[in-house]
Nanobody
């Protein structure tokens, strides 16, 4: 059973940067495509970014394209999301998710989800 634990969320001023981490408790991390989603208060869950098994291919949603970078360290079983130029609308719960089969923007592709880490952007 894969378990995902996110961290790094906190209160940050608009224009600032933040790096989120997601640690996977599994020996076969390299067999999972990974992604980040987010959910703002009162809104539906939204795709942020995804990454393939090796980390050599990435895919970004419109929400944070150009302001975020997804990466993974397979030796540490860890997924990252670097977020820059944060805006008020980036406030929300950020989730990492894992899929053994493929990656993309649909939440239905992902079988395992973390509990989320909260990001609050203040003015």
């Amino acid at each position: 059973q894969v378990r995902l634990v996110e961290s790094g969320g906190r209160l940050v001023a608009a224009g600032g940067s933040l790096r989120l981490s997601c640690v996977a408790s599994i020996d076969t991390f390299t067999k999972y495509f990974m992604s980040w989603f987010r959910q703002a208060p009162g809104k539906e869950r939204e795709f942020v970014a995804a990454i393939n098994l090796s980390g050599g291919s990435t895919y970004y949603g419109d929400a944070m394209k150009g302001r975020s970078t997804i990466s993974r360290d397979n030796a540490k079983n860890t997924l990252y999301l670097q977020m820059d130029s944060l805006q008020l609308e980036d406030t929300g719960i950020y989730y990492c998710a894992a899929s053994p089969s493929s990656f993309g923007s649909s939440a239905t592709l992902y079988d395992v989800w973390g509990q989320g880490t909260e990001v609050t952007v203040s003015s």
